[in-house]
């Protein structure tokens, strides 16, 4: 009965070992089938978030909504879906897992009539004191409905006291800490924003037409834009808040006190796709230049390089370039990863590891390895891999990971495990070296990292990005947590950012 | 109502731009959980079939039967699943379509109740003169249920007049022609056997257990060995047909006069996994070679080697090693292809190449780009990326093929395109050229193909592989054609083979 | 994805020429499987809603939801629906058309996280304020998940500012306007209430169990008790609010002034089953009444008596036995109504109708027959009838109806055509039978409709039932159908039933 | 993902203690809908199977099948399912279950391409050799899909060596032993035949069209006929066979020698509905007849005639016009039965009786009554229906049976109890009435049930109708059971019919 999705995020294994964006969002104003460009950028947008979909379009008279789990071409993919969503603006949303398995309410883009008309809005990012918020509103009469902290945007919207919607939303934004890059649409138009310091991305295009007026278009990530023909403008940039309206016209608002951005610098390492511009850069090349920075800072004297496919190939690209060593395909992934296959009682190597990848066995057998992988979670991935390369015959199995160790939970839209699970919070490295088992074991330093995205080294009193994963710098403050764990263990003064350890 | 099935071949465009291997099949004798050893076997043969699946597990009692479509996991990766197909020997089946859309009926394996118990068979491959033996069939009593030539196989076991199962099923296979890579269950355990000529391959292996007896296994790829932890013993033969009892006892029989074997050369230019060791040759070695070939004999004079992503990777690997150019991305691949999408009327690209692929444009930019791909077909996926990588500002985009013209059908199991939608019997290599709109294309040659693989060259009086594809030299007769086109005008003396051009 | 329910009320064709009640409500306290004895209780009144049902248990620490389309055991005839449902109290519910076609928003028991607690809320009737009230809690920020009345309820008691839950509901109740028996369930226990006329029905009883302690149930009709083994206590009172709390301790509350009740008299006629018992009274042995009165009222020199089944079935009987005219099944009805069926250009007879009856030929040929049937809405199924029957060689065809005519729409929870769709309210009796072709028509007296209720008559000026549908005197206000229609022309005075034309 | 069928037959707890008719077939050659026709010719006889339907139309070039698991409403209710039964000429069946849960293929009709083309068959009845006939097959090299014994004809007519399909058709039919109603389209047209003895019924009729060239019409019942506009022409006689061109011309054969008819008394009693026309009489007043010639020999000083419902209510009519005690509906039937219900573990009656079946208190409390029902299987249902009359409050509960004892298991189609399983075949009349717990208990006689369908009495040398459930008188060989239980146990000589105690 249920469409079943049975592909995942070729990322991944199933195991929990991977950090997961939690969102992706799209709109477009001013395009004939606005839903149906919706649907391509999203379907670009897939791999931040496949567990569920969803689109709301504006015909200028009403809102429609259609919202499904899975994937993006099982929910839009045909013409009776498109043709319940008419109109020529339309916002849509992809995201990870419906926590708490109440079906569909989590998923976005969320709708709701206000007194104002209707109001759909899409989020990528985390609010971190929405617990707070939402306790406040419910002693206040307000009904949720799901447990998503988007909804506690709409409410703030709903009972706020300012005259006009555009009020009422800055108000309700006022109110919020984390990380947010928002969609909305209203029967004016749409309004795009970002959160002050800009963690999670957004970027605008236009479309150009024919007739001279083409559509404007927002996404998470550039790939979005290169799908629907859309031309990329600029980022929405930090603090920004963007109208247009229905006939395309566009007005910039700043409504936050200028503060020192900080995005997240794990959308270079992993998230993003490696065709998308993410803050300026070519995210291919930062990962290329990430591989080289490892080769530069922990060379291996191996045979071969060879990259945990996909998301390690860039790096080990730039790895092979930089030392000489041949690149080559040493694990083979499959591009079928079932949810799950029963476990033979026989000796059959049924984890999804093993599933999703192969040894390259004529190819390995006999040489000295290198493998380059984006990260390490849990160790548990890793572990498998090196024992696999082991098992095809390698007689040396280094490997170099594209990032800093990851330390520290994410409290801004990534689905990390707590940092007791977390095998670089609980090792040191030779710990880990151990653990995996591999003959040698190295990150990437986190200035390397920072000169691979273009700086000369991380500003330790004023970092560049959102790096608080590797360094425990939590750039806003947080405030659901502090109150779970007793605001005094934390010492969270009001109003400064805290480091969390 | 159906499980819907949204992610495609990786290697495909859905335009039907591409060779189509139609099968994949597997084996197993002595596992405590066959069905489900199975079912990950035929999970690693996925990209040899993914429209259905089917096992049949035999208890020692009775057969089980379970069929679907859809990918192997959608229909054996529950515990119900495998509770309905308990036993020790099973064997499986992944296919291309089920032509003709009559639903499950010619997905296999197929089962039938003979007089002599139980029989299950799944076929890879194709039998040049089903029709033929189907009217015949038709003629004397038999009712047939579906369309697939493999059924006609189960009639001539049923109508056999030779005393034992054996002699019956030896007594079918004298009179097929065509390839056929064949394994059956019956309850006095499995028979596996090959065409004379070898065309489709069948390897055999087998799980060591601890406590000293082993599961035999065959499937059509040694990593279906891999996934299950079995190790790889030997190709079943050309003309060899294996008897494995329920204990595990394996008979070798060889009921064909000898011939020279002529493996189908495709497999390692396209069809196997990279990671498969194919008539005694790693995949993956041979598609870099072909690479370092296609450098030798049509260099080119660029800034980078860029594969078209998958099947293209290898070879490109191999062209940048000997041409000393660097292999780089230029070209990302989304691993979410839904199978439609609906055009908007606004300026979106929205055909299934541009769904799947992305120039990755901050490299390409401003440079001359050499792509590598597998095959042509009928070009319509050439021409599509030719002009992404121009769009994406290359200012020369070379073309190599690490494959020589694919000119001629196949009638062993491959689904081509009829001859005249095919771009290299249409065209010749400088009009092809200007279709594509690259600025130089180039094939390997046969001759460089066969060094690939470790030959001196082709010998033409008998060539060492089937590659009728590329040069219309069919090892077999092709009765059926020749019965549909009229005899005379082929010219098909009876036991020769003929060249169809 | 959608679970098809092909079979419809079996008292209903699909042209729309029916009443329907809108909604049954049950409840149940202190039973070990709450759930699977409302699901149960449901099932008793599936006719009183077949589009949809929902039932939420609270386990004493938990609310569990769980709500479909279609028929109560198409949602919650499986362990696995039940497992998911723990607890020792619940609430149901069953409804005609989700309205809006919004999927499951509007299906009932709705539930909300309070600043209290969870609160749940099923509800049998109709607001006629409800629109209003709507549009002063938008107004003041409340955000509305569905289009159903009974949300109301809710945003009014999350913002009440009396402090108690109890008081909030009270509060609540007092602002609504209309027709409600609502059952609730909050962390305290259940609340069922009725509104101070009594309109819809409202059952309480109790499950005697073997040690001493049973289980409070509540129910919009005694079938509900019977079929889950319970014993019929007593009506909730019109305007009477019964708490329970989780030891099954009960205690009345009477927060309105009291008035004299006015329940439906149409659920005598027509909505409440036959085995019932409603204000007192065995509805079939009313039924039956009402067919005698007809008997005496309007007589038929007939042959035979022959019912329209099955609700005509009680009435016939009576006027059979009263007239000593034979009883007969003229009209066999099919079990199986298929939703629809398409016309084929042939001859065949494919409206509603014949699908679902019958002529017995053999039985009415030659024949002089008076028809029984419930009620005439538009008219055009018993014309089909009356049609049916002449073909089937009836010599003459009379009609009686054991209801006065239905003239005016009801706002109290029956789904009515809008009025100039009914056909009484759009003839005189004699065009009505002109139209329906029958050679007598009569309906019954609305005094001879109270005597078969057990009054001497129907006291004008305090009418003992709501009969609106028949004489337009409806007993509460209509604030949005005013509203709606200008307050100016209806002339509501503020606090005064109306009555509207 | 499976339709599903939460509604059952209306005259059957899911206990099995019942009896089920097997088939109803439908055919229809000339009409420019075929399929449409027929899915409405099939709705009407859904009483005779609903668990899987299935039509074959014929477009003048191609046939065309289409067959599922649920009710006729949900498999062909649609356009979309029509659109894919084109033609003219089309043939239907309905059955019970798919024994064996191997999902379609025993659904009918069956199709199989012969050399002589299409050839589509329906079947009401039971083969009694099937499995004799199926070995020999078998043994001759056929290969079998499913269990039906349906296919054993087809196969029978593919292997025949007579020339025309018309003599390979009578050359299998002459094979067969048992109960055959038969509608079979070939691209020649349509055949209809019926078994010797006639035991299944079959009828024909016409379709008047304004043109002047009506459609012919075969059914089981004349209810279908009824429901698509034909009017009734003639039953198939026994032992005939008529065949039915493309244009509609009819050509009756009698291929077997002449014998005296035996058709099913049971169809009477209980399969067929009471609007049909069987054997050339009102099943209606058959019924009543019963109900009236019980009246007389089993009287009952009661106060209340009360039938169980739905299928003793004819009878019961009768009984009450006999006796005088009046008739009343004492038992309320719910139309809402659901497949299952968990059971709570408080007192709630939940067994499939009750959730069917409710007593209407009011009206039995205190009260001397007289139940009528059509038989007894397994007495389980009436046990619990006496008991629950008594729960109501009746003083006294007789019951009357509206058939003989069924002491006999049905070899002929109809799917009943092994014979140890029925009550009548386990006790003697007291035992019975003190198994069921009734205050008296009387069945019809069989002289009594035959002077009910016109005759004087049963003429046990040569008996009119097929009565083996009651007698074991059965009227053919019964060859597979005898080889089953040992041809020398049952002495079963060759060629004659022989009584199975």
């Known amino acids: 009965m249920m469409s079943t999705d049975f592909v995942h995020h070729p990322f991944h294994d199933e195991d929990g070992d991977s950090l997961r964006e939690e969102c992706g969002v799209f709109g477009v104003v001013g395009a004939r089938d606005a839903a149906a460009v919706s649907a391509l950028g999203l379907h670009a947008l897939q791999h931040r978030g496949q567990e569920a979909a969803g689109i709301v379009s504006y015909d200028g008279q009403e809102f429609h909504v259609r919202r499904g789990n899975g994937h993006v071409a099982e929910n839009f993919g045909t013409g009776e879906a498109m043709a319940e969503l008419p109109g020529t603006m339309a916002c849509g949303h992809v995201r990870y897992s419906t926590t708490g398995g109440t079906g569909l309410r989590n998923v976005q883009p969320l709708y709701a009539e206000l007194a104002s008309g209707g109001f759909a809005i899409a989020h990528n990012g985390n609010i971190s004191n929405a617990m707070h918020l939402r306790s406040d509103l419910v002693r206040r009469g307000a009904i949720f409905q799901g447990t998503a902290d988007t909804e506690v945007i709409i409410h703030l919207v709903a009972t706020s006291r300012y005259p006009t919607l555009l009020d009422k939303f800055v108000d309700a934004l006022r109110m919020l800490e984390g990380a947010y890059s928002l969609i909305c649409s209203t029967p004016a138009g749409m309004i795009a924003c970002r959160d002050p310091l800009g963690i999670r991305p957004l970027v605008m295009g236009h479309i150009p037409e024919k007739n001279g007026k083409g559509a404007v278009v927002f996404a998470s990530e550039t790939v979005a834009l290169d799908i629907v023909g859309a031309n990329f403008d600029r980022e929405v940039e930090p603090g920004e808040l963007i109208e247009v309206d229905l006939d395309g016209k566009t007005t910039s608002h700043r409504p936050f006190t200028k503060t020192a951005s900080r995005p997240c610098i794990f959308e270079h390492v992993y998230f993003s796709r490696p065709d998308s511009i993410s803050a300026g850069q070519s995210v291919y090349s930062v990962r290329k230049a990430i591989g080289q920075q490892l080769a530069i800072e922990s060379p291996a004297d191996v045979d071969l390089v060879i990259p945990v496919p996909d998301s390690g190939v860039p790096a080990a690209i730039g790895y092979a370039q930089e ?179």
Chains 1, 2, 3, 4 share one sequence.
Not at 422 to 445: G, N, P, T, Y
């Open 323 to 501: 030392s000489g060593v041949p690149f080559e395909l040493g694990i083979i992934r499959s591009h079928y990863v079932g949810r799950t296959f029963i476990q033979p009682s026989d000796g059959a190597r049924t984890n999804s590891v093993s599933r999703k990848h192969n040894a390259n066995r004529a190819l390995v057998a006999g040489k000295r390895i290198v493998l380059i992988d984006d990260s390490i979670v849990r160790g548990t991935t890793s572990l498998k891999i090196v024992q696999m390369m082991r098992d095809a015959g390698a007689t040396e199995v280094h490997m170099r990971i594209a990032s800093p160790p990851t330390m520290h939970s994410c409290f801004y839209g990534v689905d990390t495990p707590e940092r007791n699970k977390l095998l670089a919070a609980r090792m040191d490295m030779e710990a880990m070296r151990e653990f995996i088992q591999a003959d040698s074991l190295a990150f990437v330093s986190i200035d390397g990292l920072y000169r691979a995205v273009g700086e000369a080294e991380r500003k330790p009193k004023c970092p560049q990005y959102c790096d608080a994963c590797f360094t425990g710098d939590y750039p806003t403050r947080l405030t659901d947590l502090a109150e779970k764990t007793h605001a005094g263990q934390l010492n969270l003064a009001p109003g400064k950012p805290e480091k969390v350890a």
